[in-house]
């Protein structure tokens, strides 16, 4: 796949016009995917129905982001992948960080300038060439993005580049548990529902990390307060939508204005190879 091809099929996996969105338009039904593009995270004993758990998961990484830091305030930070620009503001917001974001989907940094209330800039960029300067930024932070970059090392020597010396990142992503061929074929079909390319062993993702000159100062795993509780979800949608029940959950897709054998395409594609899959949180100092 050539970089436009990618960018073409990133941007309709969010563009509202495409019905490779109407996956994402189906869990605004319930949580808040207009500001937010990740997994979530939940609590124990919190539901991913009660509250906003994308909007918990950006927090977290906020959060542990600013206890690496001596005073963010001001501090200038990058958010790479930064989808609808609403972790930079939370970031502003809760530490005074002074926000840059990049995504490389058009739709998403327009919608970030026109929604920002803290002045933080938004520009259109890849990953594996970033548009900043050299030792500019002094954190940085990606949530659940850098799964969408074919080349995670290249992503990370460009995150090495940017970060000032002594700079910190918190990354959230998602790694296989074990080898790929024991996953199947399930790799694959994720991978095309969703235009991720194949996730890699936790071991080889740690590697490709430090070969860039990052030092992973801690490893959260966030698999039970996220994947774990997303699974009980996709497996009741999955059970309601092709049961007894499928032709009523598929007319009240259909009347929402969505494809409904492309979402349930997308969220049995989830499903099947979320048991194989860990949701990370990597803290990283340059």
Not at 134 to 160: F, N, Q, T
Not at 214 to 224: A, F, H
Request: hydrophobic letters at 45%; glycine letters at 8%.
């Amino acid at each position: 796949m050539t970089a436009a091809d990618r960018v073409e099929r990133l941007a309709a996996q969010f563009d509202p016009r495409s019905d490779r969105t109407d996956v994402w338009r189906g869990l605004a039904l319930v949580l808040d995917t207009d500001a937010y593009l990740n997994l979530g995270y939940s609590g124990r004993f919190r539901s991913y129905l009660v509250g906003d758990p994308q909007a918990r998961l950006v927090d977290l990484v906020v959060d542990r982001l600013a206890e690496t830091r001596t005073d963010p305030a001001g501090e200038r930070l990058l958010d790479l992948g930064c989808g609808r620009g609403e972790p930079i503001e939370r970031a502003a917001n809760r530490h005074g960080f002074d926000g840059i974001g990049v995504d490389l989907v058009p739709g998403n940094v327009d919608l970030a300038r026109a929604t920002s209330r803290t002045g933080a800039a938004f520009v259109v960029g890849d990953m594996g060439r970033l548009p900043i300067r050299d030792r500019s930024v002094a954190a940085a932070m990606s949530i659940d993005a850098i799964a969408y970059v074919p080349d995670r090392s290249g992503a990370y020597a460009e995150l090495s580049r940017v970060l000032e010396e002594g700079g910190t990142a918190v990354i959230s992503d998602l790694v296989l548990r074990t080898d790929e061929n024991d996953a199947g074929d399930a790799i694959e079909r994720f991978g095309s529902a969703w235009d991720i390319p194949p996730p890699e062993p936790f071991a080889n993702y740690l590697d490709a990390v430090t070969a860039e000159g990052l030092e992973v100062v801690e490893v959260e795993r966030l698999t039970p307060r996220s994947i774990g509780t997303f699974r009980k979800w996709s497996r009741l949608f999955l059970a309601l939508a092709t049961g007894p029940s499928g032709p009523v959950v598929r007319r009240l897709l259909a009347a929402s204005g969505m494809n409904p054998s492309r979402v349930v395409e997308q969220v049995r594609a989830a499903h099947r190879v979320l048991p194989v899959l860990e949701h990370v949180l990597l803290v990283l100092e340059r």
